[in-house]
């Protein structure tokens, strides 16, 4: 490994993004996971880029999917935090582990994160070992104004797909 790309993680890997999940549903499956790298990305007109690892279910599922539901998660919402980051969809059904309502177009709502937007996929990009999604937001929803889970608590979760 290079010195500048050492140096790069050391420096990133002291940043504490908020955590998000991210829900879809596509083809007769849901599907759903933790992600880290996310922000919004314009104002005017109102943009928001998401990343999903390629490695994980959510990613292939997603990529059939018009529209994702992205969830800020409150930091008192490990038992999620545990199951859409440690846990993997081909194994398991999310789903049937948390409350949940059907939202708009589809999209699975998780009861357990009150902040929530969904948003139509306007471009993708081969960002390496994650794929970046540009979405434009079609609903929201604001929630208690809970503080978001801080990504150095859920660098301590074992991803539930491989690296």
Known sequence: MSAA???FNDLT????????????????ERTGCLVGFAT??????????VCLSKSNRTYRVGRGAAALAVHLVPEDATDLVELFGGRTGDELDKFERCDWTEGPEGLPILDGCSS?????????LDAGDHEALLLEPF?????????????????????????
Do not use: C, N
Not at 13 to 28: H, K, N, Q, R, S
Not at 40 to 49: K, T, W
Not at 140 to 163: L, V
């Open 13 to 28: 890997g002291e940043l504490d993004y908020p955590m998000f999940i991210v829900t879809t549903a596509a083809d007769g």
């Open 116 to 124: 929530w937007f969904a948003a139509h996929v306007l471009a993708r």
């Open 40 to 49: 919004q990305a314009s104002i005017d007109p109102p943009r928001f880029l």
């Open 139 to 163: 609903e929201a929803h604001k929630g208690h104004g809970d503080q978001p889970f801080p990504f150095h608590r859920a660098k301590r979760i074992e991803p539930g797909h491989e690296a």
């Open 5 to 7: 790309r050492a140096t």
